[in-house]
C-alpha cells in the first residue's frame, strides 16, 4: 500500500504594482525579501507610456515613450492624472498635456489617439497588463491576482478608476494601498510599536508628503500635501534651457522649435542629470546632424539651478506638518520615495528640515512596489507569523447636526483600522459634547443601529465654532472598537470600548447593507433638507446676532424691514423638504443682510485701528 502525497497545495502568488504617472513596476514576494521583476529588456521601469499603432496593436512603456517622438498624435503618458476624474475637474490637465481629451456620455474622459479613443482606465490598464505579462514570463506561470498601490489623497471615484483598470488587465485587486503606507512597508516600519512617519515621493511630475501615523501595525494617514506639478521634469527642463541658449550661441541655430533635436537633448540632459547624483562632475553630450555639443557640468552647478525646485518642496512639507499636528522633533522616521530624491541636495534639505536621516538604503524609485509586493504576500497567505488584515462589515461614524451621520470608519475598511476627525461646537457657550456613536450605512442617525453614547464634559464656554473637538476611532485586529474624543483645547478626555459586531448576525449585517441601497435616494434628498436646515440655523443664529449689535439700529428703517421680512420667508420654508427652497430664501437673506454686514466689520476694524499705537 502506497500512500499518496500531494504535498501541499500551492498558494497563487500576488504581485504588488506601483502605477506610477511617469514609471510602472511590478514586485514579487522571495522566499526571504520582496524583489522587482525585470522586464524583457532587463529594465524593471516601464515607462507609463501607451502608443496606439493604427494597425490595432499598442506599444507600452520604452517604445512607447521613443514614439513620442515619432507618434505624438498616437501616445499618451500622465494617464494617471486623468484616472477617475470629471470633465469639469481637470480644465488644468486639458491645458497642459498635448493629446487630445473629449467628453463622453456622463461626462467620462475620453482620450483620442488617431481615430480611436480610450478612458484613462483602459489605458492604465493596458500599461498593467504589460506588468501582468512581465510578472507571467519571469515567474512562469499565470497571474491573476494583485495589490496596486495609489497616492494616499486619491478619492474614492480615483480609487475605482484604479480598480477598473486592474479589471481590464484581467487582475484581480485584491486590495488598493496608499503609496506612503507601500513605502513604509517596504522599510519594515510596521514592527515599530508606535511613531510618526514622512514620507517624502519627489517622482517625474508630481510631489507627495505624507505624514503617517504608526500604532501597533496600523498606519493611518494625518495629513497629505505636495505639488502636482512638480517633479524631475521640472529639473530637466532648466537644463535642457541651458543647454539650448548654449548651443544657439556656438552653432547660431536655436533649436528649440526643432521637435527632434529637443527630445534627442532632453535624453542627454536627462542623462548627465542621473550621473551626477553620484558623480561630483559629468558631460552633456550630443550630437545632432554631424555636430558635436559637449558642456562640462559639476555638481555645484547643478545644485544651484536645482536649489529653487528644491525649495518648493519644503513649504508643502511643513504645511502638513502642521495639518498633522506634528513638529520636526516628533517625527521618527523619514522615508525617501520617488527617483528624484536621488539628487543628494535635495537629501541634505529633506535631512535639515525634518532632522532625522532619511531612509534611502532601497532604491527609491522601487520601494512602492516593493511595499505592495509585501502586503500582496501577507495577503496571499504567504506570512503567516503576520497579522492577516481584515474588513469591518459596516460603517461606524458619529452623530452630528440634524441628526445625520458622520461616518468616520467605512464599510470595508481593513481593520486594524483607525482614523481621526475634528468636529466642533455649534452652540454658544457649550460645556459638553455629547458623542453618539453609530454603526450603519444610512444617513440618518435614526436609521443606524446606536452603539454606544458618551459625554465629552467640562469643555470652557466658547463662542459657537471656537472648541475643536478631536474624534478617533480605533478597531484593533479582533474588531474591537474604541472611540475616544478630546477637546484640544483644554485637554479634557474621554472614551468607550465596544464590540460592534457584538449580537450581529451575518443575516442581519447584509439586510442593513441592502436596506441602505434601497433607500439610498430618499435617504439622499433627506439628508441634503437636513443639510440645509443646519446651515438655514446658523444664518438665523448669526442674524439675530447682528440684530442685537449697535450697527443693527444705525441702519434705516426700510433695510431692517427688509431683513426682518427675508427672515420670516426662511422659517415659513424651513419645515418643508424642499431643500433647494430652503437655499433660495436663506440666499435672499444673506444679501438682504449685507449692507448691515458690513457696517459691523467697519466698526470692528475702526475699532482694531484705535488700540494700535503708532
Ligand atoms: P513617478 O512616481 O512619477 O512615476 P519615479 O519615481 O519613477 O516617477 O521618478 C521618475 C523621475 O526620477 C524622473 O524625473 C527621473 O529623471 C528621476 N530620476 C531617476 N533616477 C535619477 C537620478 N539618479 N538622479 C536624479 N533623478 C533621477
Ligand atoms: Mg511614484
Not at 513649504?315 to 530624491?341: F, H, K, N
Amino acid at each position: 500500500m502506497f500512500a499518496i502525497d500531494f504535498g501541499k497545495p500551492k498558494n497563487e502568488v500576488v504581485v504588488g504594482i506601483d502605477l506610477g504617472t511617469t514609471n510602472s513596476l511590478v514586485a514579487a514576494m522571495g522566499p526571504s525579501a520582496p524583489y522587482i521583476i525585470p522586464g524583457p529588456d532587463g529594465d524593471p521601469l516601464v515607462p507609463s507610456v501607451v502608443t496606439a499603432l493604427p494597425n490595432g496593436d499598442f506599444l507600452v512603456g520604452n517604445p512607447a515613450r521613443r514614439a513620442l517622438v515619432t507618434h505624438p498624435k498616437l501616445t499618451v503618458y500622465s494617464a494617471k492624472r486623468l484616472m477617475g476624474r470629471g470633465a469639469a475637474d481637470i480644465a488644468e490637465e486639458r491645458k497642459l498635456l498635448p493629446f487630445k481629451l473629449g467628453e463622453g456620455s456622463e461626462s467620462v474622459i475620453q482620450i483620442e489617439l488617431g481615430t480611436r479613443t480610450f478612458t484613462p482606465p483602459v489605458i492604465s490598464g493596458i500599461i498593467l497588463r504589460r506588468l501582468k505579462q512581465n510578472a507571467e514570463e519571469h515567474l512562469g506561470e499565470p497571474v491573476t491576482k494583485a495589490v496596486i498601490t495609489v497616492p494616499a489623497y486619491f478619492n474614492d471615484a480615483q480609487r475605482q478608476a484604479t480598480k477598473d483598470a486592474g479589471r481590464i488587465a484581467g487582475l484581480e485587486v485584491l486590495r488598493l494601498v496608499n503609496e506612503p503606507t507601500a513605502a513604509a512597508l517596504a522599510y519594515g516600519l510596521d514592527k515599530r510599536k508606535e511613531g510618526i512617519v514622512a514620507v517624502y515621493d519627489l517622482g517625474g511630475g508630481t510631489f507627495d508628503i505624507s505624514i503617517l501615523r504608526l500604532q501597533d501595525g496600523i498606519f493611518e494617514v494625518l495629513a497629505t500635501g505636495g505639488d502636482t506639478r512638480l517633479g524631475g521634469d521640472d529639473i530637466d527642463n532648466l537644463m535642457l534651457r541651458v543647454a539650448l541658449e548654449d548651443i544657439a550661441s556656438e552653432w547660431g541655430e536655436d533649436l528649440s522649435r526643432n521637435q527632434e533635436a529637443v527630445q534627442l537633448l532632453r535624453r542627454a540632459v536627462i542623462e548627465a542629470k542621473h550621473a551626477l547624483s553620484v558623480l561630483p562632475r559629468t558631460n552633456i553630450v550630443f550630437e545632432y546632424k554631424e555636430r558635436r555639443y559637449a558642456r562640462e557640468l559639476t555638481r555645484d552647478v547643478f545644485n544651484r539651478l536645482v536649489m529653487p525646485i528644491v525649495e518648493r518642496t519644503l513649504a508643502p512639507c511643513r504645511q502638513a506638518m502642521a495639518d498633522a499636528g506634528v513638529t520636526p522633533e516628533q517625527i521618527d522616521e523619514v522615508v525617501l520615495v520617488g527617483g528624484s530624491t536621488r539628487v543628494p541636495l535635495l537629501r541634505e534639505a529633506v535631512e535639515r528640515l525634518f532632522r532625522a536621516k532619511p531612509h534611502c538604503e532601497l532604491n527609491p524609485d522601487q520601494v512602492v512596489a516593493l511595499g505592495a509586493a509585501v502586503q500582496a504576500s501577507i495577503l496571499s497567505g504567504q506570512q503567516t507569523d503576520k497579522l492577516l488584515l481584515d474588513v469591518t462589515p459596516l460603517s461606524l461614524g458619529i452623530e452630528t447636526m440634524g441628526g445625520l451621520v458622520s461616518r468616520i470608519i467605512q464599510r470595508n475598511s481593513t481593520i486594524p483600522a483607525s482614523a481621526t476627525e475634528s468636529f466642533t461646537t455649534a452652540v454658544e457657550g457649550q460645556t459638553n459634547v455629547l458623542i453618539h456613536v453609530v454603526q450603519g450605512e444610512r444617513e440618518m442617525v435614526k436609521d443606524c443601529r446606536s452603539l454606544a453614547r458618551f459625554d465629552l464634559k467640562g469643555i470652557d464656554p466658547m463662542p459657537a465654532g471656537f472648541p475643536r473637538s478631536e474624534v478617533r476611532f480605533l478597531i484593533d485586529a479582533n474588531g474591537i472598537l474604541q472611540v475616544s474624543a478630546r477637546e484640544q483645547r483644554t485637554g479634557k478626555e474621554q472614551s468607550v470600548e465596544v464590540k460592534p459586531s457584538y449580537g450581529l448576525s451575518d443575516d442581519q449585517v447584509e439586510a442593513m447593507i441592502l436596506e441602505s441601497i434601497e433607500r439610498a435616494e430618499d435617504d439622499f434628498a433627506e439628508r441634503q433638507v437636513r443639510e440645509m436646515r443646519v446651515e438655514a440655523d446658523n444664518v438665523m443664529q448669526a442674524v439675530e446676532k447682528a440684530k442685537q449689535s449697535d450697527a443693527w439700529f444705525e441702519r434705516p428703517e426700510d433695510e431692517r424691514e427688509r431683513v426682518n421680512r427675508a427672515l420670516n420667508e426662511l422659517l415659513v420654508v424651513y419645515h418643508g423638504d424642499d431643500h433647494n427652497l430652503i437655499r433660495v430664501k436663506i440666499e435672499a437673506l444673506d444679501e438682504a443682510t449685507r449692507p448691515l454686514a458690513e457696517t459691523i466689520m467697519n466698526t470692528a476694524v475702526n475699532h482694531a485701528l484705535k488700540g494700535t499705537k503708532i
